[in-house]
T-cell receptor, first 116, second 112 residues
Framework: NAGVTQTPKFQVLKTGQSMTLQCAQD?????MYWYRQDPGMGLRLIYY???????DKGEVPNGYNVSRLNKREFSLRLESAAPSQTSVYFC???????????????FGNGTRLTVT | GENVEQHPSTLSVQEGDSAVIKCTYS??????FPWYKQELGKGPQLIID?????GEKKDQRIAVTLNKTAKHFSLHITETQPEDSAVYFC???????????FGAGTQVVVTP
């Protein structure tokens, strides 16, 4: 059981380049999330998908787009990368539904992105 | 929305001693408080959580306490071991769907 798988693990981009971060989960979870982690700022929510076919902005959505491709996959796209987007990106998923308000988040191992 | 503050940002303890991390939250309606542990190079993983209808919860060497009146909750690690070295995050829900607001994290270093 792989859980949440993120690719790539590392990426270096030049300012203005674009890329897509991939995420897939095999736990049949309804909800998926993208966070970024920066020193001293904890985990900040970029976008989330409460269920297949829906996406919503989180705390820091500017400069990003997402696609919930199907129930398993949720991708994050940077259309024109900026140095401020240098960060570690985590995808997460969780079961949601009636009685599952407090179900735990399951995180992938992250993508470390550097924008020069 | 919810605001979560976490202290300290770093904590160095001798092996065998106890470690305490404290978090405060702003929304008195919040009713669920998880703690996540992040080991180097990995994603965060839930280690313990507490709901607002209880004041304390224990799981072996870790415990979480909640003071709803003061709006703060704490993680306690007893008899620390080198494998407890990690970054710990507290969190609180920001909406009725269970989205979480995370604290800034505490780097715990356990020295032999």
């Amino acid at each position: 059981n792989a859980g949440v798988t993120q690719t790539p693990k590392f990426q270096v981009l030049k300012t203005g380049q674009s890329m897509t971060l991939q995420c897939a989960q095999d736990m049949n979870h309804n909800s998926m999330y993208w966070y970024r982690q920066d020193p001293g700022m904890g985990l900040r929510l970029i976008y989330y998908s409460a269920s297949e076919g829906t996406t919503d902005k989180g705390e820091v959505p500017n400069g990003y787009n997402v696609s919930r491709l199907n129930k398993r996959e949720f991708s994050l796209r940077l259309e024109s990368a900026a140095p401020s987007q240098t960060s570690v990106y985590f995808c997460a998923s969780r079961r949601t539904g009636t009685g599952l308000y407090n179900s735990p988040l399951h995180f992938g191992n992250g993508t470390r992105l550097t924008v020069t | 929305g919810e605001n979560v503050e976490q202290h300290p940002s770093t904590l160095s303890v001798q092996e065998g001693d106890s470690a305490v991390i404290k978090c405060t939250y702003s929304d008195s309606a919040s009713n669920y408080f998880p703690w996540y542990k992040q080991e180097l190079g990995k994603g965060p993983q839930l280690i313990i959580d507490i709901r607002s209808n209880v004041g304390e919860k224990k799981d072996q060497r870790i415990a979480v306490t909640l003071n709803k009146t003061a709006k703060h909750f704490s993680l306690h690690i007893t008899e620390t071991q080198p494998e407890d070295s990690a970054v710990y995050f507290c969190a609180a829900p920001t909406d009725s769907w269970g989205k979480l607001q995370f604290g800034a994290g505490t780097q715990v270093v356990v020295t032999p």
